[in-house]
């Protein structure tokens, strides 16, 4: 089961319809290095230096982290904002984007 938020514009007395949300999940490799995902994920998602460093830390120490958790068509357009930002200049063998995928937030 998903985790789900409630659909806007339904009243105290309708059935409330529940939209489920996904993860966008980056995956680790071994071609990008801790600076192009900092760099990636505050350009990308306007996250802080710090909250990108940790995720840096934690994708490639458990091979993946949890970017961001929101409705399907937002977890897509990330996911695919990940897949085009291209390759770390810093590393030659990089050849290009890191790797993301989308995964069923469960239900809380």
């Known amino acids: 089961m998903s985790t789900t938020v409630p659909n806007p514009g339904t009243s105290a007395g309708e059935r409330t319809e529940l939209t489920p949300l996904f993860h966008v999940v980056l995956l680790d490799d071994n071609d990008h290095t801790y600076d192009y995902v900092v760099e990636m994920l505050e350009r990308l998602f306007c996250m ?23 409705e399907q068509p937002a977890a897509e357009f990330a996911r695919d904002q990940i897949h085009g930002y291209g390759a770390d200049w810093r590393m ?9 995928v989308l995964e069923p937030a469960p239900a809380t």
């Open 48 to 70: 802080s230096s710090s909250d990108a460093f940790q995720h840096a830390v934690e994708v490639d120490t458990a091979g993946r982290t949890i970017v961001i958790t929101c």
């Open 92 to 100: 030659p063998r990089s050849k290009g984007s890191m790797s993301a």
